[in-house]
Structure formats: C-alpha cells, structure tokens
C-alpha cells in the first residue's frame, strides 16, 4: 500500500511540471486579478485578466498560452506584464473542452491537456482570440490598441492570427512557426516580432522560409534568436532551477517586449 502511493505521487509528479513558485508569485500581486466569460459561438470562455495600476488607460496585451494550457506561469506573466502598464488577458482555449465541460484544471494530466489543444480546430481558437481581443477593446481603461503574443503552441496562434485580425499593433511570436501556406501571409497588418531560443532547431529550421515569405509580401518580421536557450526559454528561464542560458533570454527578451509594447 505503501509503495503504491509512493509510486503514485513520483507518477503525478512527472506528469505534472511544478509552477508552486509561479503561483506564489502571482498569488503575492497587489494588482487587480479576475476572471471574465467570453462568449465565442456557443460556448464561454474563461479569460484571466489583469489590469496595471496607472493614471493612463493603457494598452491591451491578449496571451496565448502554451500547449499544456493555462497554467499558474501564464497567468504570472500576465501579472508581470500588467505591472508594466498594460491590461492583459489570458483566455483558456481549453474552456469547456475538459471532463464536465472544465478548462484547463479539469484535465487529469498534462498529457490530456495537450492531446486537446492539438486538436482545438482553427476555427474555433481564431473565435476566442476574436472574443477576448473585442472584451480588451470595449473596456473603459483601454487605449483601444492591441497586441497579441503567445508561447509554444500560443507562437503558433499567434503569427496565425496576425494573418486574420487586422486591427492589431503588433505580434509577439514566442518559439512558434508561421502558417504553412505563405499566401496568408499578405493579409498581416502588424509587424511580427519572434522570439526564438537557440537550441530549438525544430523551430529556428522554419525561420529563414518565413524570413523570405514575410519579406515577399511585404511585411514586417523581425526575429531574434537566443544563444544557448532552449525551447520554452521565457518560461525555463524562470524557474528556481532555471539554467543561465535560459535566465539570460529570457531577460534580454523580456527587455524586448517592454521597448515593443511601449512603441505602439
């Protein structure tokens, strides 16, 4: 019995990556936190949204989280970003799609998690992003500009959206790749700003076809690759283990986003 639930507790443990201190931090913000219903088609939409604590109405920042869903460090760097003047939502794409229609913290592991983002049709998360960047615009504090970025999975979205949403200011791509299919890529309006980590050949491959593509139509893409990063860098970075590579990407790239976010 004994040896069970040990072998239980290492088994959730590797399912389960540890973001405690992620949470403690967020938990620790003096900012107002809350969350919103979107309504996309027929479903609701849990977003968590963050605003600064400024004079000034302020810039809408919408985050696209990584393939493991919305998670305590998402929710942590939309709290850090709204410490720097921005108001940011952070929208589950998981919402309802989880056992008794929960979101992310209903799936039983990781794994589950990112089995159903990989399969959330484009559709359906171009609608969310629609819902939360709609909410962003209406709410009284906001300048009516906004930005999206996203991580992983969320990079991904997130250059795809650029190519259907064409009010935003900019598109912060975190070690994602640009649609497959160039020609959308004229419909982009925003410039798009990548950020990549160094050892992340499966991602950085894609860059210098999307390098010649964006600049054949015309468009802004500006990528910065960071030596020594890994994939996930902004999060890895992070963390009390975190290796120095990963520490000093993420903050160069951080530094980043703060002079891009400033400029629109």
Same mark, same amino acid.
């Given at each position: 019995m004994r040896f069970a639930?040990?072998?239980?507790i290492f088994a959730l443990a590797s399912l389960v990556p540890s973001q405690d201190w992620a949470k403690k931090l967020m938990e620790g913000s003096p900012r107002h936190q809350e969350w919103v219903d979107l309504k996309s088609g027929a479903r609701t939409v849990k977003a968590f949204v963050v605003y600064p604590e400024i004079k000034e109405k302020a810039t809408v920042v919408v985050l696209i989280h990584e393939i493991m869903g919305l998670t305590d460090w998402v929710m942590l760097t939309a709290d850090l970003l709204a410490k720097e003047g921005f108001i940011v939502i952070a929208p589950d794409f998981l919402s309802e799609m989880g056992p008794s229609k929960g979101r992310t913290d209903s799936f039983p592991d990781v794994g589950k998690a990112r089995e159903a983002i990989s399969g959330l049709p484009p559709e359906q998360v171009t609608g969310d992003l629609n819902a939360a960047c709609d909410y962003g615009k209406a709410l009284p504090a906001s300048n009516g500009k906004l930005v999206v970025g996203g991580f992983c999975w969320g990079g991904t979205q997130t250059f795809r959206f650029a190519t259907q949403r064409s009010d935003l200011k900019g598109s912060l791509v975190f070690y994602g790749s640009a649609p497959t299919d160039s020609s959308l890529l004229s419909q982009i309006n925003? +410039?798009?700003?990548?950020?990549y980590g160094g050892n992340d050949a499966r991602i950085n491959a894609t860059i210098p076809d999307t390098e010649k593509a964006m600049k054949s139509a015309g468009k802004t893409y500006e990528p910065v690759i960071y030596d020594g990063a890994g994939h996930g860098f902004m999060r890895a970075g992070q963390? +009390?283990?975190a290796q120095e590579a990963n520490v000093k990407g993420r903050n160069s790239a951080w530094e980043r986003v703060l002079k891009i976010l400033r400029g629109v």
């Open positions: 639930l040990i072998f239980a925003a +410039p798009v700003y990548g950020f963390m +009390p283990e």
